[in-house]
């Protein structure tokens, strides 16, 4: 039994796209909905659609991707219609916002709530795409006026898309601040590594237009950072749920990001480069993995880490 829950929401499988990846478009939602994912996540959305960066904005590499998308993405009111109109019954949706300011999440957030649908809005505190707009994440005073803003107006519960942090004392700010806000109920730990530079040796150019080449990366070279932030939050968030993103490329990598402490995963590049079968081969494998170990269910191994 792989089965799982996000609040008191149950899912038949703990592994489903990472926003940015099969959920732009409602034709790709409803692949991800048919598909053997738990859940699904939708592109995150501005007030009004944009286009994104120019391209070309995304690039696989042997060992992950970097991408620089610039948010394109339909507008709210498009999510917002694929939300009102979704059978709540089959699996959860989880609606990633990302407004260019906080004026803008509180409306598109407003909106989302007042449609009084189960769905589970995920604030986005980490895209590091936009040119001029720095990560939210990454100014503690400004998340924390964020969120106690959101939090006043938010009557359901939601949750953040947290970029990856790399020093102790940013994890305990951070963890400080999340723990404030009763109704902030999941943390999803991480988004791309931001900014990093891959470049090609033969033409001596960079992969992908924006910025100069630089973009978010995913992949196989982010998994430790990934797991490093799920399992943090994990210990300093007793309250919070954990839902897992970062270097998941087979059932081993899920394995890992629940025993550390996910309640749930999410997979970009691999579902990028695979498509949605993707999730059949993720479920085959986790259950592989507890059938050799004994386990039977997901918490018999959840958070359940090790150490020396
Ligand atoms: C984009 C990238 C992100 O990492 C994110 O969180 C949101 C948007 C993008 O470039 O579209």
Redesign the pocket.
Known sequence: DISTHILDQRMRSPVYNA??VMCRETTELEAVRHSDAGALVSK?CTLEARD??PEPRYAATPFGSI??????NHGYRYYLDYAAHYDYTDKPLFISI?GLSLADNLHMLDAFQRLKRPLLPEV?L?????PGKPQLGYSFDDMATALTAIHAAMDIPFGV?LPPYFDISHFEMAAEIFNRFERLKFLTCI??IGNGLVVDTDSETVLIKPKNGLG?IGGDYVLPTALANVNTFYRLCPDKQIIGCGGIGAGEQVFQHILCGASAVQVGTRLWEEGAGLFTRLNQELVAIMQRKGYQCLADFRGKLCTL
């Open positions: 926003s940015g995150s994104g960066n991408n620089s998308m610039g948010l394109p990302s986005n980490s895209c590091p795409n936009v898309k988004n791309s978010g």
